[in-house]
């Protein structure tokens, strides 16, 4: 089946610092992958979704210059949350898809925590 | 899109069959219904999708009412490791295709001993 892998799967780091997650996958090919966000004890939320060759969509809400989303090649899409606070921990997560047909496949997250 | 309406948690025998039911009466005549698992601190695993006809696959079948503003999520001889957080999706479709899924709040299943 389709997988999607993100790397790290968690991260500390001090606040001020720019945290970048990679989103793979790694036996197919993705045009579009999304990228959601997960604070404890709630649902997900879409952040945004992510273009190959072409700028990010983003959600009402979410900042864009903070949350920077590229997408160089059909396997890998990267977030990176730039000059992270404290409010910026969370649990991020991507899927991606091999093609509109087939449901959408999740990677097993990255839990961010910022100190 | 179409809003889903799910129990907030609900507890089953292990061995049992686990039925998790989801409200979706706006649900528009193109749109699929998806359910998604969550086990604690991992990504969502798709479970099983339908239209309108009932479905089963080998982790579960999903009974779709004939006005299609309901369904339900059967799990025949739920387990304890089958214990997530239940999503019952129902698919917005993007200009592109690619599906935008919006998640609920989903069902919490307690699978005990």
């Known amino acids: 089946g389709a997988v999607v892998s993100q790397h790290p799967s968690w991260v500390i780091c001090k606040s001020g610092t720019s945290v970048k997650i990679e989103c793979r996958s790694l036996?197919?090919?993705?045009?579009?992958m999304f990228w959601y966000r997960q604070f404890p004890k709630q649902s997900l939320m879409l952040m945004a979704t992510s273009n190959e060759g072409s700028k990010a969509t983003y959600e009402q809400g979410v900042e864009k210059d903070k949350f920077l989303i590229n997408h160089a090649s059909l396997t890998l899409s990267t977030l990176t949350v730039t000059s992270a606070h404290p409010e910026d921990s969370s649990f991020y997560i991507c899927s991606a898809t091999p093609n509109q047909g087939q449901p959408q496949h999740f990677g097993d997250g990255t839990r961010l925590s910022i100190l | 899109d179409a809003k889903t309406t799910q129990p907030p948690s609900m507890d089953c025998a292990e061995g049992r069959a686990a039925n998790l039911p989801c409200n979706h009466s706006t649900i528009s005549g193109n749109e699929y219904v998806y359910w998604y698992r969550q086990i604690h601190s991992q990504g969502p695993q798709y479970i099983i999708h339908?239209?309108?006809n009932n479905e089963t696959n080998e982790m579960a079948s999903l009974i779709i009412t004939e006005d299609r503003k309901s369904s339900t999520l059967i799990l025949p001889h739920a387990t304890l490791r089958d214990t997530a957080v239940y999503y019952c999706i129902v698919r917005a479709w993007m200009n592109t295709g690619f599906q935008k899924l919006v998640f609920g709040t989903g069902t919490r299943l307690l699978v005990s001993p």
């Open positions: 339908g239209l309108k």
């Open positions: 036996d197919f090919q993705a045009t579009t």
